[in-house]
């Protein structure tokens, strides 16, 4: 068989006729430059190289009209690269003379390429997966801060226990000195829900650095055996990963607090800082090992924050009460245990609030000093009572005890958008999540700040972030939704409120997708499935009937969200759903009733 480059087989020369040393074949084989370009390899790839390009380019352009999560772009840049070894071996065996059937050589060379292609898309996305801050990030994580900057992470600590049954007991350990060591000024402290997200991963201390925007991060173990415990904890340079400090505690369990300002007051030591009064509490905050092991225990549950799980926490809090009763960190924890159950759907009738209100004035009596308490009690201030003075000052004075507080941010946010300074409340959930970088609940807060803003191109950015670390996180459809149709999008904005993954949020989400569309049959039919599912959604369905013009009905479940204490009512001053109410008496009216005045 010829080759299968050749096009025809080779003359016979006569016998008579000696041929001429230049006609007889070089012994010498080609180059392999040469041997390239006989089978047009460099054109071939010039040639995709070029339409490559050009391709990206547009895709790029698309990719920022449309608000395409960058990482779409990303992974078409990816198989455009692995299509240049591909589009080598094609021309190598098609590039010469055309060859048209696939050869078995072939065939095994482009899938081994593909496969090794495909294996490096997926190490990629698992990789970006794994660094969720990357991808949400706006300038306040990702790279590592100043040297000279005062930051630090504290890691959740390792239960080194033989019996490996006090994880509480080791995650309790960190994040009292976390909470020790926020109520420092001059030191950012990263809140607990972003430095947790490491726990139980081998992450290098840079990269969680870098993830975390600090300088400094915290490691430590626990063992625990009866009364005896041993606590090792170590300071890390991100830098360069070397230890700044390194301890080892061999204490009996009820040395536990003294331990926890040890620990703290060597960091602030090595760290060159001032420490406050405010950040020691001088006095253990029980005298119970009982107490305060059922209050890890329910602290350990709680943050877990599914109905299920709060329910023992609350029960494990009043437990560590009954067993000292003036412990006034469990006070101040079952407040917002009540607060949160009623976030979840739990005695939504006032009851929870309720309580919330009076363990977080029992914890306030017990130790002023406790920052916990007042904003616990800022919670059902704001949310229940919409008293938005009180508020005010209860979240100053955990301002002034705990400078640092993630939870002291997100309710002055809230807060200054209900009062009407947008700037302002943009400001506070910045500081959140320079506090919090991979919280996603105050991602989607800066988000909705942005769009009542009118801020759409950022808000729309901020939320594919979150989209793209966790796509069934519950709501951000829902406000992707509303920003697209206040950026004129109806079509897209429609398909982001289908995506909703939440079935709560998606029924409140579809009668404004459709109404937008001018498909009023089954915008009609959505907003009646969204009014007879109402309870918990008052002030979404007085958005949605203002939405699509029914003001009487906007107004009537106005009333409605304020009878039955609907939190959304916060966001009811310069919210874009209520804007053809603005001009309607009755709309200024009911702000009056609310302590509100219009924009």
Known sequence: MSDPTDTAAPQPQPASLPQSPAALPSAAPLGVWAR?????????????????????????????????????????????????????????????????????????????????????????????????????????????????????????????????????????????????????????????????????????????????????????????????????????????????????????????????????????????????????????????????????????????????????????????????????????????????????????????????????????????????????????????ELNWQAAAELIEKARALDPNNTLMFELAGHLTQAIGSLPEAIANFRHATEHDPLNLLIRRYLASMLYYAGETQEAAHVLHGIIEVDPSFPAVHYELGKVLLARGDRPAALAAFAAEPAQTWREIGMPLGLHSMKRAAEASAALAELVANSTGSEFQVAEAYAYMGDSDQAFHWLERAHTLHDPGLMKVRRDPLLKSLELDPRYAAFLASIGLTPA
């Open 36 to 384: 390239l370009k006989e089978h047009k390899v460099m054109q071939w790839t010039l040639a995709y190289a070029a339409a490559a390009y050009t391709l990206l380019h547009g895709v790029e352009m698309l990719s920022e009209a449309q608000d395409w999560p960058h990482t779409i772009v990303r992974i078409f840049s990816l198989l455009l690269i692995i299509g240049v070894p591909v589009v080598m071996t094609l021309a190598w065996y098609h590039g010469a003379r055309a060859q048209r059937h696939v050869s078995g050589s072939e065939l095994t060379i482009i899938t081994l390429l593909l496969m090794i292609g495909g294996a490096t898309l997926w190490a990629i996305a698992r990789q970006h997966v794994a660094a969720p801050a990357a991808a949400v990030a706006t300038g306040t994580a990702g790279n590592l801060p100043a040297a000279g900057d005062k930051s630090i992470a504290v890691l959740p600590f390792a239960d080194m226990s033989e019996a490996k049954d006090q994880e509480y007991f080791a995650d309790g350990m960190a994040e009292e000195i976390l909470d020790l060591l926020s109520r420092i000024p001059a030191l950012k402290v990263i809140a607990r829900t972003s430095s947790f997200q490491f726990k139980g991963k081998a992450a290098d201390v840079r990269s969680v650095a870098q993830q975390l925007g600090v300088t400094t991060v915290l490691e430590g173990s626990v063992r625990k055996a009866g009364n005896r415990l041993r606590i090792t904890t170590q300071l890390i340079r991100a830098a360069d990963g070397s230890h700044l400090w390194s301890e080892t505690y061999d204490r009996q369990v009820d040395d536990v607090f003294r331990i926890q300002d040890e620990i703290a007051g060597a960091i602030v030591k090595r760290l060159e800082l001032s420490l406050l009064d405010t950040a020691t509490p001088g006095v253990a905050p029980t005298r119970s090992p009982e107490a305060h092991a059922l209050y890890l225990q329910a602290r350990y549950l709680a943050d877990r924050d599914t109905v299920e799980d709060l329910d023992q926490a609350l029960q494990l809090y009043q437990h560590a009460i009954a067993v000292d009763p003036n412990y006034a960190a469990a006070y101040a924890r079952l407040a917002y245990c009540y607060a949160r159950r009623v976030g979840n759907g739990v005695d939504t009738d006032g009851a929870g609030y309720a309580n919330a209100r009076s363990a977080a004035e029992r914890a306030i009596a017990l130790d002023p000093r406790l920052p916990e308490g007042y904003l616990a009690l800022g919670v059902a201030r704001l949310q229940y």
